[in-house]
């Protein structure tokens, strides 16, 4: 390896084993996370992008067109339940094409594209059919793209026009909605999917709309609308009177002070009624009038009489003068008269009766007059005394031990919920404490024996410094005698003499018998210089 990498490895290294703990702590933290990051985003750059194949798929079609990526060996997810399939881009046109060779999707509510298959020679029943369908298939793809929706099915009833049928029927349309997971379609969305059916058909009127979900529930009825049956509009009333009444009593005599109790009385018949009044006008000229008048003057006396053949065929005088002379006047006139024709379709719901019953604590009461109240509650309800409306406020004692028992239950119940949250808390902490705690003590370990391998050995024999210090008047020193020569063998004695440095350690030896505190002092700052900046 050449010298100049090998040189920077020793740096790095050594830079390294000056770090402390938090910054060693630290460095390992950012290499992991830096880590992780290169690896998510070397995934997410190396997973290809699905874009979808079909959607609003059937079931079967479905499975067949999974099957048929299963064999192509092509990846693919699956969304919205099943009904749309994603592949990667470079194979979307392939399969298609496949699909497409092999029929797929099938089934398909069509839309206006019904119309473009459509032969010359289709008869009128396949016409009619056939336009029938595509405006379903068109509603049922708008309603599908509302919020909530996942699917949605439309089937029209158009009458066929006749000129033979005096009175034709309103067309109308059953609409079938399968809603998302968790979501309830809203009054308003319901009114949107009534409205918009209503408006798409020549003739259809939102009352011709029923709206029926995938939990067999009526969201809106042939005859009764969006608004939904007489027992359902009832309980709509009803709550609200009963809250606009609880809200007002909330506010005089504090919450939880009164009780609100409204029973309403609907109808449940709807009908249509058409009137026709006449009037005359006042001082109005006649439209045409006519006047006849006829005079007969007749021959002498007693020769043209004329009269009524009475019995036996004998003329009898009929008031005529004997000469025969009559006068007769006829007068035909056509006055101007007003006609006024009213229609009205009256819708279930109407109220035929309502009341209300408040109770009031005799507790909150206080000086309350009842007289009062009452009169308020009427007018917030909307009472109606000609129609039979009634309003009862009574000052009673209220139970107050269910309150105490729930409100203890509630307390008890909170305290159980604080004391898993603590629970959960802990364990958290102990887990985490579990998992932390070893990573530090390894931390610390690897610190001491990274600073311990660290200690670079120390030449005495470059300790000139320290011989000066040593020498200096402050600190008597006494130097040691040199070191006697060794005997190794048997033999012949030979002379040896000490080196600088073994006298250097004979003098430290000294000095630290001497004066050991002085001694680890000049040592200790003789380090300090030592070390790198």
């Known amino acids: 390896m050449p010298a100049q990498v090998t040189s920077a490895f020793r740096r790095f290294g050594n830079a390294l084993r000056e770090f402390t703990i938090a910054q060693r702590t630290v460095a390992l933290i950012g290499v992991a996370v830096l880590v992780l990051g290169i690896a998510a985003l070397s995934m997410w750059a190396t997973k290809p992008a699905f874009t979808p194949l079909f959607s609003g798929l059937s079931g079967s079609d479905a499975n067949t067109i999974v099957d048929q990526l299963r064999t192509d060996g092509v990846p693919y997810e699956l969304s919205d339940g ?41 008869s009128e029943f396949q016409q009619s059919v056939t336009y029938k369908r595509a405006l379903e298939g068109e509603l049922a793809a708008t309603i599908e793209a509302l919020d909530g929706v996942r699917t949605a099915s439309v089937r029209l009833a158009i009458p066929k026009e006749s000129v033979f049928v005096a009175e034709a029927n309103d067309p109308t349309a059953s609409v079938f909605i399968e809603a998302e997971n968790g979501i309830t379609l809203t009054s308003e969305q319901v009114e949107a ?267 005495v024999g470059d300790l000139s410094e320290l011989r000066s210090a040593l020498d200096a008047p402050t600190v008597p020193l006494v130097r040691a005698p040199s070191i006697a020569p060794r005997v190794i063998n048997p033999g012949p004695s030979i002379a040896y003499e000490a080196t600088d440095a073994e006298n250097l350690r004979s003098e430290i030896d000294a000095l630290a018998q001497r004066d050991p505190k002085g001694t680890a002092q000049y040592l200790r700052g003789f380090m300090d210089e030592r070390q790198p900046a």
């Open 82 to 122: 099943g009904a749309t399939i994603l592949v990667p881009e470079k194979s979307v046109y392939d399969e298609r094409l496949k699909a497409a060779s092999a029929g797929l999707p099938s089934s398909s509510t069509g839309g206006y594209a019904l119309l473009d298959k459509m032969g010359v020679t289709a």
């Open 193 to 459: 999917i009534v409205h918009l059916t209503s408006s798409s058909i020549d003739g259809m009127s939102p009352s011709d709309v029923a709206v029926v979900d995938a939990g067999g529930a009526v969201l809106s009825a042939v005859g009764v609308g969006a608004t939904g049956s007489a027992d359902k509009q009832s309980s709509v009333y009803e709550e609200r009177v009963q809250g606009s009444v609880q809200a007002m009593l909330d506010k005089i005599v504090g919450p939880g002070n009164a009780s609100v109790v409204v029973a309403a009385d609907m109808s449940y018949e709807s009908a249509e009624r058409v009137e026709e009044t006449f009037t005359t006008p006042t001082d109005a000229p006649a439209l045409n009038e006519a006047v006849k008048s006829e005079t007969y003057a007749g021959g002498k006396s007693g020769a043209g009489a004329t009269g009524v053949l009475g019995p036996d065929n004998i003329a009898v005088p009929a008031g005529a003068n004997g000469d025969g002379t009559f006068t007769s006047k006829d007068s035909t006139r056509n006055n101007a008269v007003n006609k006024v024709t009213e229609s009205r379709t009256i819708p279930s719901g109407a109220i035929n009766r309502q009341t209300v019953s408040v109770a009031v604590d005799s507790a909150a009461a206080g000086d309350i007059n009842v007289s009062d109240l009452s009169s308020l509650v009427a007018s917030a309800a909307g009472i109606d005394v000609a129609r039979g409306d009634a309003v009862t406020v009574e000052v009673v004692n209220f139970n107050t031990a269910g309150a105490q028992d729930a409100a203890a239950a509630l307390a008890a119940a909170q305290a159980a919920e604080n004391a898993d949250r603590v629970a959960g808390l802990i364990r958290i902490a102990i887990i985490a404490a579990a998992l932390v705690i070893p990573f530090i003590l390894g931390l610390i370990v690897y610190a001491r024996r990274s600073r311990r391998q660290s200690r670079e050995p120390m030449d």
